[in-house]
Nanobody, 116 residues
Framework: QVQLVESGGRLVQPGGSLRLSCAAS????????MNWFRQAPGKEREWVAT????????AYTGAVKGRFTISRDNAKNTVFLQMNRLKVEDTAVYYC?????????WGQGTQVTVSS
């Protein structure tokens, strides 16, 4: 079955950096686009970034464009989210997701807290 396992979240000061990872299994990872979403306390889950299966195309929500970079290693079935110049408003649980066989799959999430 499809499994997505995020890691890398922690407490970081404003202006700092973090790299999140998502290890995927149970499907042909290199054939699917991968996404990052986040959900802040009291807010709805929001889309953050997407990377195509071919790695050529990426897209970002406006709030993170220029600060976050999504990447993937198809040999290791892993997708990454490099987050730089973090802000307090980036605090959220971050989830990776994939639409496989027309069904959305999610990991358990990893907590990112940006605070001084």
């Amino acid at each position: 079955q499809v499994q997505l396992v995020e890691s890398g979240g922690r407490l970081v000061q404003p202006g700092g950096s973090l790299r999140l990872s998502c290890a995927a299994s149970g499907f042909a990872f290199s054939e699917y686009a991968m996404n990052w979403f986040r959900q802040a306390p009291g807010k709805e889950r929001e889309w953050v970034a997407t990377i195509s299966s071919t790695i050529i195309d990426t897209a970002y929500t406006g709030a993170v464009k220029g600060r976050f970079t999504i990447s993937r290693d198809n040999a290791k079935n892993t997708v990454f989210l490099q987050m730089n110049r973090l802000k307090v408003e980036d605090t959220a649980v971050y989830y990776c997701s994939a639409r496989v066989m027309r069904k959305d799959h999610w990991g358990q999430g990893t907590q990112v807290t940006v605070s001084s």
